[in-house]
């Protein structure tokens, strides 16, 4: 058994959000306040009472993912195999020449292949079933995106998916630590999610979550005292999780390390027990060995519900005290991508620590009464910064959070 | 339920199989565009009698080309079908089999 003390780090990064292709397009984004969101136009919204989204330009479907496996998979796994890719690049691995049982894959996935099912629904009912192709088999399955991210790179050590919603990007880190601290010296780690097409939007509206707003301008708006639901967005952030001393050793690249994590679940609504984010957020803290002082920046999960801002501010300031550290929200510009959603805020965070600048919150203007938090709107703001806390919550009572450390220079 | 595919339907191409075979191009077309070609695969090569495991081709692809055959020329493809296509050449020659078989 391997040293159960070696601390995560992360070594590469790959991003397919409606921010940008490539961490660096995504972080200049980010720092401009340039907004993803628009009209959705991967099909024809008229009808739907949500019209806004995320998605992501110019994604090349057959420039980025392997001829073979374009039929064969839904949009959200081209993303993931595609965000794996550029990751495993980023990191300079070459995994043939890893020993492939210790490599692991483990992604977040809330929706599945809902495109790829649709179409293959809409073949069922049109033509019959002779004319639903093999793939669904696979295609729609959540774990689909980690298997073939694990059968195109040899990957054969433990696999996995964690359907958490919006918290699983973090969980996934969670996963991979427990992993690393056994035989596997490798994790894929992250996530995507795509479920834009009628089947998946309207699969979403039964929360009552999503901001029905035309103008992309106002449609998501966190904290705001006019907020008025989320956006939804497609896409995420795929992630190289090493042991430290193993990728000291081989002198890989070092976006920052997991310090700490942990996952609660809430009790059942209408209960007397408060919600289980605030445990965990001290849980994250306290196994990362740090103090709420220690934190300098959190990225919150901003859920742009007026009851669950609320909540969400109760806890930070609870444990941390009314406006005693920076809090923000990018995902202001991509919306809440679900399964890629947290892991795309860890991507943005790492990249925030490696350059000490907080990205602003867009859009969020007048905090709505009660919100008793330091949140970065407007610009960007300089700060020294050592360590970062990343905040999910996914629908369905799943709460997760980590805390990050930044590069080591 | 069974569904009946009528000649009308299909009529075309049923008219064009009327006078030919299919043949190992028929079946490189059915792959390109049903489970897809390995970018490291060269279709147009010499793959008549490598098995489809060697040009990349998993029991699923198979499975998929099997249906893609069954849709494409409404001629029936049994579900046993992948057993017997382990290399294109045999693939070929189940399918005329089966068109023989369904009087196409």
């Known amino acids: ?409 | 339920m069974r569904r009946s595919y009528s000649a009308a339907r299909f009529g075309s191409q049923k008219g064009i199989l009327m006078s030919k075979k299919f043949t190992l191009d028929d079946l490189r077309e059915l792959m390109r565009s049903s489970a897809g070609v390995d970018d490291s695969v060269d279709i147009d090569g010499d793959i008549a009698d490598k098995t489809f495991e060697e040009i990349g081709y998993d029991s699923l692809a198979v499975l998929e080309m099997a249906s893609q055959v069954q849709r494409t020329y409404s001629v029936p493809m049994p579900d046993e079908s992948t057993e017997y296509m382990t290399t294109p050449q045999l693939a070929v020659d189940y399918i005329n089999e089966q068109f023989e078989k369904a009087g196409v």
């Open chain 1, 1 to 409: 058994m391997a040293d159960r003390r070696a601390t995560p780090v992360i070594t590469g990064m790959g991003v397919i959000a409606p921010t940008g292709i490539g961490r660096n397009a995504h972080w200049q984004a980010v720092l401009a306040g340039k907004s993803g969101l628009g009209q959705i136009t991967r099909f024809d919204p008229a009808k739907y009472p949500v019209k806004v989204a995320g998605e992501v330009p110019g994604f090349d479907t057959k420039a980025r993912v392997p001829n073979r496996l374009v039929p064969q998979t839904d949009h959200w796994t081209h993303m993931g195999l595609s965000a794996a890719e550029d990751a495993l690049a980023d990191a300079a691995v070459d995994p043939a020449q890893l020993p492939e049982f210790e490599m692991a894959v483990v992604t977040a996935s809330s929706s599945g292949g809902t495109e790829f099912g649709q179409r293959e629904i809409e073949r069922l009912w049109a033509n019959g079933p002779q004319f639903v192709g093999a793939y669904q088999s696979i295609a729609w399955f959540y774990a689909a995106t980690t298997g073939q991210i694990s059968i195109r790179h040899g990957m054969r050590g433990p696999c996995g998916v964690l359907a958490c919603e919006q918290a699983g990007g973090l969980d996934t880190l969670g996963q991979a630590r427990r992993l690393l601290a056994g035989d596997i010296r490798l994790v894929v780690a992250g996530g995507t999610d795509a479920s834009l097409c009628p089947y998946g939007l309207s699969a979403q509206l039964s929360t009552g979550l999503l901001s029905e707003r035309d103008d992309p301008t106002d449609a998501y708006l966190p904290f705001d005292a006019d907020a008025s639901g989320y956006v939804p967005g497609e896409g995420g952030a795929i992630l190289i999780v090493e042991r430290d001393d193993e990728a000291a050793r081989r002198g890989a690249p070092n976006y920052g390390s997991v310090l700490g994590y942990a996952a609660t679940f809430d009790p059942p609504p209408g209960g007397s027990r408060p919600p289980a984010l605030r445990r965990a957020i001290e849980q994250a803290l306290a196994d990362a060995g740090v103090v709420p002082a220690d934190i300098d920046v959190v990225f919150a999960d901003a859920n742009g519900n007026v009851a669950a801002d609320r909540a969400e501010a109760e806890a930070l300031t609870a444990v941390f005290g009314p406006r005693a550290v920076p809090v923000t929200a990018p995902k202001t510009l991509t919306g809440r991508l679900y399964g890629g959603g947290a892991a795309l805020d860890v991507a943005t965070a790492l990249l925030a620590l490696g350059e000490g600048v907080i990205p602003a919150t867009t859009g969020t203007s007048q905090l709505a009464d009660g919100i008793e938090l330091d949140l970065v709107i407007d610009r960007p703001r300089q700060a020294e910064l050592n360590t970062a806390l990343v905040v999910a919550r996914g629908w369905g009572g799943f709460n997760a959070a980590v805390v990050l450390g930044g590069p080591v220079r």
